[in-house]
């Protein structure tokens, strides 16, 4: 399977508290990119990051991306209670035309 | 700016039942369309996308169809539920670059089959 893996699955923080989720992927790509989704709800996009950067930044989020080790990695700096949510990473992998979702980690931050 | 409904909210089918989501994008044209499915715990499914009226590319082979009869209308369709069709249908559309662009989603359709 093509699907990329976030981790942790599951991620419990205080609010202030940093949190960071993991996304591996297995085949070159065009790019990444992370989205968010409420308990019930779409999917919110919230950052893309191509193959060629390996930072990006949107207010209390950054990206990185390592393509030699075929990770990207989300930080979210002093986490607050309406962050809880689950995230999900999608590979454009390269001479596919649609993105894969990987299963996503859950954060809860607790005020 | 440019919208995304899709209808309904909620819906409990019986087994064998036929089935009908609509998705509507407002505000841009040409946009590429896809219907996914996220069952509890998972990950997103792509069932189906369409980069224009009448284009349909299917992802998974299974007992569900989809149709574009409109550049800006996606349509999933079921002739007779199966219980393993339960789940989170979610519509979304992008600029025509495809996977360039972000992904806008609808707020999705929870479809129980009983």
């Known amino acids: 399977s093509q699907q990329g893996e976030e981790d942790p699955q599951a991620l419990s923080i205080q609010e202030g508290e940093n949190a960071t989720m993991n996304c591996s992927y297995k085949t070159s790509i065009n790019n990444l990119q992370w989205y968010r989704q409420n308990s019930g709800r779409g999917l919110v996009h919230l950052i893309l990051?191509?193959?060629?950067?390996r930072e990006k930044h949107s207010g209390r989020l950054r990206v990185t991306l390592d393509t030699s080790k075929k990770s990207s990695s989300l930080l979210i700096t002093a986490s607050r209670a309406a962050d809880t949510a689950s995230y999900f990473c999608?590979?454009?992998?390269?001479?596919?035309?649609?993105?894969?979702f990987g299963k996503g980690t859950m954060l809860l931050v607790s005020p | 700016s440019q919208t995304i409904h899709q209808w309904p909210a909620t819906l409990v089918q019986p087994v064998g039942s036929p089935l009908s989501l609509e998705c509507t994008v407002e505000?841009?044209?040409?946009?590429?369309l896809y219907w996914y499915r996220q069952a509890a715990g998972r990950g997103l499914q792509l069932l189906f996308y369409?980069?224009?009226?009448?284009?349909i590319s299917s992802e998974v082979p299974q007992n569900l169809s989809a149709s574009r009869p409109q550049d800006r209308q996606f349509i999933l369709s079921s002739k007779k539920l199966l219980l393993s069709d339960s789940g989170f249908y979610l519509c979304a559309w992008t600029r025509t670059e495809g996977y360039n662009s972000p992904l806008h989603f609808g707020n999705g359709t929870r479809l129980t089959v009983t």
């Open positions: 990051i191509r193959s060629n950067e």
């Open positions: 505000g841009t044209s040409n946009p590429n």
């Open positions: 999608a590979t454009a992998y390269s001479g596919y035309s649609t993105l894969t």
């Open positions: 369409s980069v224009g009226i009448g284009q």
